[in-house]
């Protein structure tokens, strides 16, 4: 099994940032047919060969993910994709 672990730095107040991450989840869903559910502050999801979470914390987000033995193939592609979807909603 793959896995991708990524931390990203944001400043934005906790509602704001819950939404943003709500905007994340609607992208991983359309483009990778992931099911997620809030848990307080985290957002885990899973869909047919990928499990993980996103936690909203102080300042930071963690996105954790495992990879399936099909999409660990494609890992550094679905790596930059939400490195870039975090960039590009967090900054």
Excluded: K, N, Y
């Amino acid at each position: 099994m793959a896995s991708i672990d990524i931390r990203h730095p944001h400043s934005l107040p906790p509602a704001h940032a819950r939404q943003r991450v709500q905007e994340v989840a609607e992208i991983l869903t359309q483009r990778f047919g992931v099911h997620s559910e809030w848990d307080g502050d985290i957002l885990g999801f899973s869909g047919m060969g990928v499990e993980g979470h996103l936690a909203l914390l102080p300042g930071e987000l963690h996105f954790s993910a495992q990879l399936g033995f099909l999409l660990a193939a494609m890992q550094g592609s679905i790596e930059q994709e939400v490195r870039r979807v975090l960039a590009e909603r967090f900054g």
